[in-house]
């Protein structure tokens, strides 16, 4: 059976190479962690022409069901998740940005830019200074749920396939909150890449692209007691949640079930 490598070149499955990638993986882990047992489930699942990143997406699912013997599994599961990612995705936070802001819609053949114009020329004017500030060993420090939910939702996606890091998402999300002030976005990205903190999910979505919606919590009221009223309101409510809001709703302003309504 044959694996096909990232590059596109195909080379005979071998039960070594898988259990080295894994073992490197295991450093500073319990002895609980056998890469080995891992890699034998892993090649349970190959086929012929299975992918590289299908060996490492499986090695990482199997990794993680084995942390109910010993936590240091999920650990595992979590580094094998990111390297993967890792090798699919661009070093360059500038590249990486480059690619996201000349998006072009395949359909339409138009301009789908996912980073705002301002964001992409203060990225340009400052490149080197935030290429070189990125530490991207720091993914490694995500846990496998979490790293998994910041692939599902918040890493920002071209034609369904993730194209920028973790490290590159806050580093984004520091560019589009502070725009010139390099200082601060510089600061900002390092206290949310060392876990100090973390912005609400509107700004991790959003900042840094065309609709910089930032908010996370809207609290409104019904416009009127009326069909055009509520429907206003629903409106409104859609176009929040549009962008990732969170909304609190009043909604005392609507008569009671039962109550006499004149003209019907």
Request: with cysteine.
């Amino acid at each position: 059976m044959f694996v096909l490598k990232r590059d596109g070149r195909r080379e005979p499955v071998q039960f070594d190479k898988i259990t080295a990638r894994i073992k490197k993986l295991c450093y500073g882990l319990h002895d609980a962690v056998d890469p080995t047992k891992v890699a034998m489930r892993v090649i349970e699942g190959v086929y012929d022409g299975v992918t590289t990143t299908e060996l490492d997406n499986l090695a990482a699912e199997v990794a993680a069901t084995n942390a109910v013997t010993h936590p240091d599994y999920a650990q595992l599961a979590s580094r094998i998740a990111v390297s993967n990612l890792h090798k699919a995705t661009k070093k360059s936070f500038t590249e990486t940005m480059k690619g996201l802001h000349e998006y072009v819609d395949p359909i339409t053949g138009e301009n789908a830019s996912l980073i705002a114009e301002d964001v992409w020329e203060i990225i340009q004017k400052n490149s080197e200074l935030l290429d070189s500030s990125i530490i991207y060993d720091r993914d490694f420090s995500y846990d496998f749920f979490g790293f998994k939910t910041l692939e599902r939702s918040y890493l920002l996606k071209i034609e369904g396939q993730i194209a920028e890091r973790p490290q590159q998402m806050l580093m984004r999300v520091a560019v589009g909150i502070h725009k010139d002030d390099m200082d601060s976005a510089i600061e900002t990205y390092n206290m949310m890449s060392e876990g100090w903190f973390t912005h609400a999910t509107p700004t991790l979505f959003n900042a840094g692209t065309p609709k910089p919606q930032m908010s996370s919590c809207f609290l409104l009221t019904t416009k009127e007691d009326s069909i055009s009223g509520i429907y206003d309101t629903l409106k409104q409510c859609a176009k929040i949640s549009q962008n990732a809001g969170g909304i609190g709703l009043a909604i005392h302003d609507i008569r009671a079930t039962g109550s006499y309504i004149k003209g019907t």
